[in-house]
């Protein structure tokens, strides 16, 4: 994920463009219908949301794909905590260069053959802690899979709840990011994927007037101007599957969700690990605080654990609890 598409995206090219999707029907914001009834008292500590996040970003820091060592503490603290939720865990190795990197996955088996997989990425750019980009999400990841399992005769799919490396540059859009290798290994051994969520930087919201940015004054329409919210983000050809997500969320926590539908080839809907699922013709959402449009340390030493919002990070892993234990 680079800056500048933050300077693309306000071109006035881009401006235009989304003027005409919109009012071509192609850029679908919020689809609007009732949503699922809410999970009543399930609940995540805020900080143990926090430790996670300090674990990365401090104890681990830096992240990126030079400090391997790092990285492979990184991915057996995150590989001990499934096994503690009581998933089966595996490693998925790859080498770039001499080096190993490796996905870890933490299986709950289910009562079909099909798949779902909720996925964040651990690395981080650069020599920046990385709080929100993207310890936050691996920290939901984590207690996403403890809420899974804990419960009791779980039907429907079986679940894989994979912490990816090399997400970020100078692999990002390239086929050694740790999703495509594990999207890749999914489509080659034919399995049924019902769908995927990445989550994509979870942590940090804001009440302050006009604390949520937007690429073009066209989004204002449709989104609040304060940074409280979360987004559920997918393409265009997948609406029905990001909208019964959103609808999935939406009354588990006060949490307000938003979603988005856009044509693939606009910047900024592809910019996670859920793209890689879109190359394999996997249904892929990311759930996100939207990143450099809200947050002001995006890709910066300044991404800290003490920027992050907890109680609200903790709303977000339960709403999407909401929707993985209904599948």
Not at 129 to 147: F, K, M, R, T, W
Not at 255 to 261: E, G, I, T
Request: glycine share 8%.
């Amino acid at each position: 994920m680079f800056r500048m598409i933050a300077t693309i995206l306000r071109s006035s090219f881009m401006r235009g463009l989304l003027a005409v999707a919109v009012s071509a029907g192609f850029l679908v914001a919020n689809p609007s219908a009732e949503p699922s009834a809410s999970l009543v008292g399930t609940e995540v500590n805020p900080e143990t949301l926090r430790g996670h996040v300090e674990k990365l970003a401090e104890d681990f820091h830096p992240r990126n794909y030079r400090e391997i060592d790092n990285l492979n503490r990184t991915a057996d603290y995150i590989a001990a905590h499934f096994r503690k939720a009581g998933a089966s865990v595996t490693f998925q190795n790859f080498n770039i260069n001499g080096n190993t990197y490796r996905n870890v996955i933490g299986r709950f088996e289910g009562s079909n053959d099909s798949l779902f997989v909720v996925g964040a990425h651990y690395d981080s750019h650069e020599d920046t802690p990385g709080a929100d980009d993207n310890a936050s999400g691996v920290a939901g990841l984590i207690e996403l899979a403890y809420l899974v399992g804990g419960e009791t005769g779980r039907s429907g799919p079986t679940l894989e709840f994979v912490a990816y490396t090399l997400e970020e540059p100078p692999f990002f859009n390239t086929e050694e990011m740790g999703s495509f290798h594990h999207a890749r290994s999914l489509h080659e051994r034919k399995i049924d994927v019902e769908g995927m969520i990445a989550l994509e930087m979870i942590g940090y919201f804001s009440d302050e007037p006009n604390s949520q940015s937007f690429p073009s004054d066209v989004f204002k329409q449709f989104y609040p101007s304060q940074g409280n919210f979360i987004g559920v983000v997918g393409k265009m050809d997948q609406m029905e599957f990001t909208r019964r997500i959103k609808l999935g969320m939406q009354g588990a926590t006060p949490l307000p969700v938003c979603s988005l539908n856009a044509p693939e080839a606009l910047p900024g809907i592809s910019y996670s690990d859920h793209r890689n699922y879109w190359n394999f013709d996997y249904p892929a959402v990311m759930i996100t605080d939207t990143a450099f449009f809200r947050n002001p340390y995006y890709h910066e030493k300044g991404d800290v654990p003490d920027t992050l919002d907890y109680q609200r990070m903790a709303y977000v892993v339960v709403a999407a609890y909401n929707y993985i234990v209904n599948l």
